[in-house]
């Protein structure tokens, strides 16, 4: 039973909303939160870093967790965790309680974004009709992370900060009464087991990524701290894929990472999103301490880009009718490697139009075509029974990527800019920070040629390592059968 496909297509694109829109939203939020409720400088990043620690480490096990469980069940529990962890946050009176609430939505969403993805690949076949609602599905995404930006804006200066966290309350219910549309037949086997030592190994060692690259911002890359922790979250996550090898259901079926079109689309995705999370946080900056915009004016200098970005979607999922994502991800990469080297080329004596602008349409309309093929690569040939595992393993990839490439980045421009914050001094740093985010795409998309295969071959859909379970519905079909 796939449920009813319009239904599941409009639950998931409005869940992966409201995730994306979380990451960003709080942002313009920030000195308002620190002034109502005393927090210190320090502190305040945490409301920040608190989703993205908790949401990058527990993406795995609840890609896995669906899998076994029902993927309606979690989607369910996600959305009730994340609609109640937004009102702790909105009626939060200390700084430990929001944080504590930001935490909360970082591990709800975890849960929520691999259950969203496996619903729709399941409800879906292979072939146009999964072309089409990826294009949805990554259109929508794209929205709630550049409409995040504004709606924070607005929202703190017309109804308070409290309401960039209360507005997820309408949207999570919305999406509550679609939720019952979300299939839920497909379980794994009985005997198959949540992998614990995987599950706790891999949250550990992603958390602990996480952390110290986000950590790098106050403390450095270089200091024990970071090496500390990035060597702890190392030898986890060594220990992880050691665990994996010889586990009977493991978290992560290691024959699933051996796909072509698994690897090659989390690679991609990987550099794509350390370029593209680094890019929002430096074209930002840029727009207010460069070219002296404000708060609300910089968030809707960002529409452009959203409307590009569905344009380009809209366009990826015309192409990709019938054909291999490659043929919609290459150009995408080159189109968007061509829009950020262009922002590159920012400097002191810019403007909106030349430096902003221009370089926004011609980035997005390449992002927007790579969104939905990345997705639909990810899925390729994978049973709906691993649907779950695979959307979780995607998720961890754009999240760690993000993480990575934006402290990363950040260091790099740091050194460039130097003491001196006069905006000479930032235009170049920042404008390194973008050229380096233009070479990142163009490195994905090297990895787009040279690893997804051109065109999709009979694979199937059932891991022969793993048996089938009973009544599961196991899909044999290749996606030029159903073409």
């Known amino acids: 039973m796939r449920g009813r496909p319009g239904a599941v297509l409009a639950a998931v694109s409005l869940a992966q909303f409201l995730v994306a829109l979380d990451m960003s939203v709080v942002n313009v939020a920030l000195p308002a939160i620190r002034s109502s409720l005393g927090f210190t400088p320090v502190g305040l990043s945490w409301v920040v870093h608190a989703y993205a620690l908790t949401f990058g480490g527990f993406l795995l096990l609840g890609g896995r967790a669906g ?47 691999p259950a969203a993805l496996a619903a729709l690949t399941v409800a879906f076949p292979e072939g146009p009709a999964r072309v089409r609602a990826l294009g949805v599905w990554s259109g929508v995404n794209a929205a709630g992370g550049a409409l995040g930006v504004l709606a924070g804006g607005l929202l703190t200066g017309y109804a308070g900060w409290r309401w960039v966290m209360l507005v997820n309350l309408p949207i999570v219910a919305l999406t509550l009464a679609l939720a019952a549309a979300v299939p839920a037949d497909v379980r794994g086997a009985r005997r198959d087991r949540l992998d614990m030592p995987g599950a706790v190994l891999a949250t550990g060692g992603a958390g602990l990524l996480v952390l110290g ?5 106050r403390v450095g890359w270089s200091s024990g701290a970071t090496l500390a922790t990035l060597g702890a979250a190392a030898v986890l996550l060594a220990a992880f894929a050691a665990v994996e090898l010889r586990s009977s259901s493991p978290l ?65 999922t015309r192409i990709g009718a019938g054909r291999s994502p490659r ?29 902003v602008l221009g370089p926004s349409l011609v980035a997005s309309v390449g992002l927007g075509l790579c969104l939905g093929p990345v997705a639909a690569a990810a899925t390729t040939g994978v049973a709906p029974r691993e649907a779950g595992t695979a959307s979780g393993v995607l998720n961890s990839s754009r999240q760690l990527g993000g993480c990575v490439g934006l402290a ?26 973008l050229q380096v985010t233009a070479a990142l795409f163009l490195l994905a998309t090297a990895v787009a040629i040279t690893v997804l295969p051109s065109r999709r071959r009979a694979v199937p859909a059932a891991p022969t390592d793993l048996p089938a379970p009973a009544g599961a519905d196991i899909e044999t079909e290749t996606e030029g059968a159903r073409s």
């Open 67 to 113: 899998d076994l469980f029902g993927r309606r069940r979690l989607f369910v529990a996600g959305l009730v965790a994340f609609g109640a962890a937004s009102l702790a946050g909105g009626l939060a009176q200390a700084p430990w309680q929001l944080v504590a609430a930001r935490a909360a939505q970082g591990v709800a969403a975890a849960a929520l974004a």
């Open 252 to 316: 992560v079926r290691p024959g699933l990472l051996r796909s072509r079109w698994v690897a090659g689309a989390n690679a991609f995705v990987f550099l794509a999103a350390a370029g593209q999370f680094a890019a929002f946080y430096f074209v930002s900056l840029y727009m207010q301490q460069v070219l002296g915009m404000g708060a609300a004016a910089t968030g809707a200098a960002f529409l452009p880009f959203s409307f590009g970005t569905v344009a380009g979607v809209a366009l990826a």
């Open 213 to 217: 690259v986000v950590r790098t911002e």
């Open 327 to 355: 043929a919609s991800l290459v150009p995408g990469g080159l189109l968007a490697t061509a829009g950020f080297a262009w922002f590159g080329l920012v400097d002191p004596a810019g403007g909106f139009v030349s430096d």
């Open 408 to 433: 990363a980045l950040a260091t790099l421009a740091a050194d460039r800019t130097g003491a001196a914050a006069t905006p000479q001094a930032l235009s170049a740093g920042y404008a390194l920070a």
